[in-house]
């Protein structure tokens, strides 16, 4: 049996060795050629630094059952498990793990942000008010 991570620093070393993490500009042009972005951020960080335009706004609490496209509650735009999905949050470390969890459930093209909405809006990529 393999060795199970011990502590968060571990289990997001764990999980990111399984993601193909892209930095913002990746993440627009796949946005831009049919992928979605995923905002996991809380209302008080988007009220306080904006809105990536296009993204799917998406409270981590509810990630799972809006993204499975085989659930009962999935969003619209969830159409497949080969959809290309970007999970951003804050900083990059909660998408971490957001990633991985759709992975869980066979989103196989799920992946994050590296450095989050922070990054996205460093590099000068749009962001709505």
């Not at 070393?13 to 995923?38: F, K, N, T």
């Not at 306080?48 to 969003?75: F, K």
Request: aromatic share 6%.
């Amino acid at each position: 049996m393999s060795e199970q991570p011990t502590g968060i620093d571990e289990l997001l070393e764990h999980v990111r060795r399984g993601l193909d993490r892209v930095g913002p500009h990746e993440a627009y042009d796949i946005a831009r050629s049919g992928g979605l972005l995923v905002d996991i951020r809380y209302a008080a960080l988007r009220e306080r630094d904006g809105l990536v335009p296009g993204a799917l706004i998406v409270e981590r609490n509810e990630l799972e059952w809006r993204l499975d496209p085989l659930g009962s509650h999935r969003a619209p735009e969830a159409t497949d498990h080969d959809l290309r999905v970007v999970v951003l949050c804050n900083e990059g470390y909660a998408s971490s793990l957001a990633a991985a969890s759709l992975w869980q459930l066979g989103l196989r093209h799920a992946t994050d942000l590296i450095g989050g909405f922070q990054a996205w809006k460093a590099a000068g990529l749009p962001v709505a008010a």
